[in-house]
């Protein structure tokens, strides 16, 4: 992460029917071809989408160019648990894992205080040590990345205390940051700055997700977990909300604006929230002009 700045990327989740399934392969086949230094896939809370996403990560490594990240996370897990996983991924030759604690499972009976890993920091030391047993084929280990979140976490509203705890992370071990999405690029560019006064110094990488519906919109409040939408893109929307193609432009015209500005101001890496589907991610890289970094074949997936 630190030798090639910027990075561009993209994030993936697991499909759960054969349909979703179609979509998303075909977005691999689409997105191939850009060579992103990295894309990622999400997991499941309560084990929902668990053995998708390793089954995922495995064919994305052995049947395409792309270098998969997978998520893992904290939740409803075991140091036994976590450690097969990370020999299954040894094995497979993944070089990255994003450490996250995880959200709550909406649709499970859960009780926290049964997991053996209570916060992110404490998954980012379990990995280190892994990496230290030698059990990677890498002598490095897995790299760690841990998340970000320019607006604040919804679930520490001091920031302060926010800071310390990403302080504490990479201190504890991670090499790499990845925002959760935001529309206001002062938002992003004001953590990165309490960060280097807080001495974290590794590279913070922006999430982006352009809004291609209204729908779409709707569905990033709350997944984003209090996102704040900038009065300029509400105007925006606001103005074309029944005319879904203009909705798309409306969109993707603001997320290319934002990269820009993300840009000149010198970001380490640009990850893109694709929601499985290319089309406003293709757009987006095509109109910033950003070289590939080399050819590559069409993908079997």
């Known amino acids: 992460m630190r030798g090639d700045s910027p990075t ?21 086949r689409d997105l191939e071809s850009y060579m992103p230094h990295f894309v990622s896939v999400t997991y499941g ?5 668990r053995d998708l996403t390793h089954d995922l990560v ?5 049947s395409t160019k792309l270098d998969p ?10 140091e036994d648990e976590i450690e097969a996983i990370l020999l299954r991924y040894a094995r497979s030759a993944i070089g990255n894992i994003l450490a996250l604690g995880g959200d709550r499972p909406r649709d499970i009976p859960y009780d926290k205080s049964r997991d053996s890993f209570q916060h992110a920091i404490d998954l980012v030391k379990f990995i280190r040590r892994f990496n230290e047993s030698d059990a990677h084929p890498d002598r490095r280990g897995f790299g760690i990345g ?10 520490t509203p001091n920031r302060l205390v926010e800071m310390d705890h990403l302080k504490a992370k990479v201190d504890a071990g991670a090499d790499y940051i990845v925002t959760q999405l935001f529309f206001d690029n002062r938002d992003f560019l004001d953590f990165r700055e309490r960060c280097a006064l807080a001495d974290i110094h590794i590279p913070i990488i922006a999430g982006i997700m352009p809004v291609t519906s209204m729908s779409g919109f709707k569905r990033i409040a ?10 300029k893109l509400l105007r925006a929307l606001q103005r074309c909300e029944n005319d879904p193609e203009a909705v798309r432009r409306v969109g993707v015209h603001f997320a290319l604006e934002q990269c820009h500005d ?8 640009i990850h893109f929230y694709t929601l499985n589907r290319s089309d406003a991610t293709r757009v987006i890289f095509d109109s910033l002009g950003i070289p590939r970094r080399q050819s590559a074949q069409v993908p079997t997936v």
């Open 58 to 62: 495995e064919r994305i490594q052995h």
């Open 8 to 28: 561009f990327s993209f994030e993936f989740f697991p499909p759960k029917t054969p349909p979703a399934a179609e979509i998303l392969y075909q977005t691999i």
């Open 45 to 49: 809370a309560g084990g929902s989408t």
């Open 146 to 155: 841990v998340a970000g979140f320019p607006e604040g976490h919804p679930a």
């Open 262 to 269: 993300l840009l000149d101001n010198n970001v380490a890496g």
């Open 69 to 78: 990240i997978p998520h893992l996370t904290c939740i409803c897990h075991n």
């Open 222 to 231: 709350d997944l984003a977990g209090g996102a704040r939408f900038p009065a």
